[in-house]
């Protein structure tokens, strides 16, 4: 299948194109400047142009179009700029597959939708799957929740099958291997410290099984997955010790409902995904971050791993 991917050069796009690459796809990959990226035709181009991007798509007729290119970090630009900019590239390049007849669409949402951002926040029940209710409690939630009615919008007016997954922490090979994240931490901190792990309620995904999550998305059915969306997370919490004991301490917005959560479970569920698509998450911390922790954090590991 020829697949274009906006933001091709980013933390995420990089492995979604040379996932999809390697299991046999065409992938085209759009961004403001080229990552370098082996076996993908990279085209830089600045999507704000909303008339240079539907000439784009025309051109390149795609069959599928994953959408990532945006302000991907909360409050790392001023509030009104990631609303803005985030909305209006999502609606561009929706608009223009539309219009060059492409049929299968898929954008980047984020879990912060539901709102866990704000410290008066509380989950209407743990694990957090689908149906939790959303209350984005800053611009850049604000954002993926007005993308996630575009996408809709174009679901429903539009032939073909348009959707959005909500990918957790995205975590890529080179920061597994000890490259500083979105926030300047290593990922061994990450995990030393519950509070930093916290803030996204334990949540993360390795980039190469959400590259995965595309793939088994782009095969599937397009009635299961029309003006539909998925949280794709790893199949544990980003955690040396169970949720169930961490939350009253460091994120007290779960609430009581976390005490269910068994050993590792993650709180953002993908049982959609995985009876939907079949996917599910090949990698988890304990074998990626291995030679990476401290030994600390490994004595840690070990007791969880026997209890
Ligand atoms: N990284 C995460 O933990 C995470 C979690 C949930 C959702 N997401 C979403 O996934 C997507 C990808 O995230 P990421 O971590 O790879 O972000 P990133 O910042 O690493 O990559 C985004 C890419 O978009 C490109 N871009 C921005 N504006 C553009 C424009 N006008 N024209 C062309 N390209 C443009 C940037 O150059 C960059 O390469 C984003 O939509 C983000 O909101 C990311």
Redesign the pocket.
């Known amino acids: 299948m020829r697949v274009v991917v ?9 492995s ?1 194109c040379a996932g999809l690459a390697a299991s046999g796809h065409e992938v085209v990959g ?4 080229p ?1 370098g990226l082996e076996g993908v035709d990279e085209r ?6 909303a008339r240079g991007t539907e000439r784009m798509l025309a051109g390149l007729r795609p069959e599928a179009v994953v ?7 909360p409050f790392s630009a001023p509030e009104r700029d990631i609303l803005l ?2 909305t209006a ?1 999502a609606h561009t390049v929706l608009a223009a597959s539309a219009a060059a007849g492409v049929t299968r669409v898929l ?6 939708v539901v709102g866990y951002s704000s410290p008066a926040w509380r989950a209407a029940s743990v694990p957090i799957d689908e149906r939790h209710p959303l209350e984005p409690a800053h611009a ?1 939630a604000l ?2 929740l007005v ?1 996630e009615e575009t996408v809709r919008m174009f679901s429903r007016t539009t032939a073909g099958a348009f959707g959005f997954f ?7 090979p080179e920061e597994w291997a000890g490259a500083p994240t ?1 926030q300047g931490h290593t990922m061994a901190e990450r995990l030393a410290d519950p509070a930093l792990a916290a803030v ?1 309620l334990f949540n ?2 390795d ?1 190469r099984d ?1 590259a995965g999550f595309v793939d088994a998305w782009l095969a599937a059915p397009g009635e299961l997955v029309d003006g539909e969306g998925f949280f794709v997370g790893a199949a544990d919490a980003l955690a040396t010790r169970p949720v169930a004991e961490l939350w009253r301490e460091f994120a007290p917005g779960l609430g009581e409902s976390a005490d269910r959560l068994t050993g590792r479970e993650p709180v953002f569920a993908i049982r959609k995904a995985a009876h939907r698509l079949g996917w599910t998450p090949r990698h988890d911390w304990r074998t990626e971050l291995a030679a990476a922790v401290s030994p600390t954090t490994r004595g840690t590991t070990a007791e969880t791993r026997t209890a």
């Open positions: 906006t933001g091709s050069s980013g933390r995420l796009g990089r979604v759009i961004d403001l400047a990552a830089g181009a600045d999507l704000a142009d959408h990532l290119a945006g302000i991907a970090v900019t985030n590239l954008a980047a949402s984020s879990p912060t850049y954002s993926k993308i909500r990918p957790c922490y995205v975590v890529s979105q996204s993360y995904v980039a959400a």
